[in-house]
């Protein structure tokens, strides 16, 4: 079941981290609201991602932005923030301050202003850390191995706290792999760039056996969409493609679907320190009211096809 968007009928959204990959392709399927305000410090968003004239842009930290911006706001999807394990590795300090407080803040802010917002934070299957599970659902353990996952958890939990304590209506959703057009970071766009350079040998990280549960970026908007449209009393959902796909399956699908049949590969047997070997969403609560529409291929020809087109052809 689409999402109608009624709930979003004139009302006044805010996005943060608007400019980003997810955040673009979620403003343009919000076009019925009746005005969108964007938060974004681009510091991985990108102007072109946007079109500005639709929109109201505050170019500012959300954890500094002023609060007045919240005054005539109904829903806030928050979604700016450090969105990387290694980066987070890198500098867990920031990536607490992007993802934790500045979720904490804006929290706050909507507590002391305004009770009637509805809060959308997108959570990620990374709280889970490495699940021996077959399916993770909302249910299986929390225990983070990244500074992502955690700041990212306390940010989800803060959400639930805000909810329970004082009432705000919020949903999380924990996502799983996104991909598509517009993300110019994560294993497939590496892997375009790499065969892009050399379309005969790609070194990859791991060993290739890692499974990871790819939803394409289309599917991601419309189930938040229906979540939030839908009469669901859940509070959390996960978001997958409900499938767990070996990277070295990913990588042949790449190369087939970009015709390149005679590269070599090569898996390096190692990793960054927060990655995990397996990840597949249990979709079941989503899958009451929206079931995602893309395969694996379908979401990839998209992807080449506008890899292609922004950076560089792939030669065969
Ligand atoms: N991509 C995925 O696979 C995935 C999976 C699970 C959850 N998520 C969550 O979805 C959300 C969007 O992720 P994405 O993949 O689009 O990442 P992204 O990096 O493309 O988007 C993040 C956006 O936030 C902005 N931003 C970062 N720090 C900011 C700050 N201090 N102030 C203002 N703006 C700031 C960036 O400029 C960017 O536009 C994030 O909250 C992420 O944790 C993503």
């Known amino acids: 079941m689409e999402s109608n968007q009624k709930f ?6 805010l996005v943060t981290g608007g ?19 964007v938060v974004d410090d681009f510091s991985s968003g990108r102007k072109e991602n946007i079109d ?29 923030a450090i969105a990387s394990v290694p980066k987070s590795n890198e500098d867990p300090l920031t990536d607490f301050k992007v993802n934790a407080h500045a979720t904490l803040r804006l929290l706050e802010l909507i507590r002391k202003n305004k009770a009637d917002i509805t809060f959308f934070y997108p959570s990620t299957a990374l709280v889970h850390g490495e699940s021996n599970q077959e399916k993770i659902s909302e249910e299986t353990d929390v225990k983070p191995i ?15 706290l805000y909810s329970d304590i004082y009432g705000l209506k919020t949903k999380i959703a924990r996502f ?12 497939i766009f590496d892997t375009l760039q790499k065969i ?3 379309p005969k040998h790609l070194s990859m990280l791991g060993t290739g056996k890692e499974t990871r549960d790819f939803v394409f970026v289309k599917d991601v908007v419309s189930a938040t969409l229906a979540f939030l449209d839908s009469p669901s009393s859940e509070k959390i959902i996960n978001v997958g493609s409900g499938d767990a796909i070996p990277i070295e399956q990913l990588v042949s699908s790449i190369l087939r679907l970009c015709n390149i049949t005679d590269c070599k590969v090569d898996f390096s047997q190692k990793s960054w320190k927060g990655d995990v070997m397996k990840y597949r969403a249990d979709n079941s609560k989503l899958n009451a009211f929206f079931k995602p529409a893309y395969s694996l291929d379908e979401g990839l020809r998209e ?14």
């Open 8 to 13: 979003l009928e004139r009302k006044n959204v």
């Open 19 to 37: 400019a980003g990959f997810i955040g673009s392709h979620l403003i343009e399927s919000i076009q019925s609201a009746g005005s969108i305000t």
């Open 52 to 80: 500005t004239s639709k929109i109201k842009l505050i170019e500012q930290d959300v954890n500094s932005f002023p609060e007045d911006i919240l005054k005539d706001i109904d829903v806030v999807f928050h979604l700016a």
């Open 146 to 160: 990244s500074f992502y996952g955690l700041s990212k958890y306390a940010g989800e939990h803060y959400v639930k």
């Open 176 to 187: 799983f792999n996104v991909y598509g057009p517009r993300q110019h970071t994560h294993v």
């Open 196 to 198: 892009a350079s050399n």
């Open 303 to 316: 992807t080449i096809q506008w890899f292609e087109n922004s950076y560089q052809k792939i030669t065969r």
